[in-house]
């Protein structure tokens, strides 16, 4: 059974994105017209699960591409998860790499612009950084096997930040 585990912002995230990001593109060349960190572990100061986000931006028409690319690196396409506007990959031998969920998105899409914005907006106020990080160790306690409950629970504030944000 996962445990869900919320911890205190490490640097050393950063450092791992960056051995991620090196590892894409070496994959994908020119496909990725950028590779972004995301989430939580992307926030200076925020608590977080020790899992990195990661998106690969493209042009549009280029999924399968990238797709391809991807899989020959050991990536697998499982589908947008019920999340129109981006695919996500697995995979099942990365140890050199720090765990990460991995989405392939088109530049311009709702989903990457949500991504971004919510990222740039934490880093900046730190009044929301500090809530959403309450929100996250609360759920992480109140629901430490329940993944789906812990994502619903934290649902609330992050709706209120889309709806400061206009996205």
Not at 25 to 47: C, K, M, N, Q, R
Not at 63 to 88: Q, S, T
């Amino acid at each position: 059974m996962r445990t869900i585990i919320v911890e205190p912002y490490n640097p050393k995230w950063a450092a791992e994105f960056e051995k991620i990001l090196a590892e894409l593109y070496a994959l994908l060349g020119e496909t990725a017209l950028a590779i972004e960190h995301f989430g939580s572990t992307s926030v200076p100061d925020l608590w977080a699960k020790p899992i990195i986000d990661v998106d690969v931006v493209i042009r549009g028409g280029d999924f399968e591409k990238a797709r391809d690319l991807l899989a020959a690196g050991g990536y697998e396409h499982v589908g947008d998860l019920g999340i129109a506007g981006r695919e996500a990959f697995g995979y099942a031998d990365k140890s050199h790499l720090m765990q990460h969920h991995l989405y392939v998105c088109e530049s311009g899409a709702a989903e990457l612009r949500r991504h971004l914005a919510l990222r740039d907006y934490l880093r900046e106020n730190a009044d929301a950084r500090e809530r959403y990080g309450a929100i996250k160790r609360e759920m992480a306690e109140r629901y430490p096997h329940d993944i789906d409950a812990y994502i619903k629970g934290k649902g609330p504030v992050i709706a209120e930040i889309y709806d400061k944000l206009g996205v």
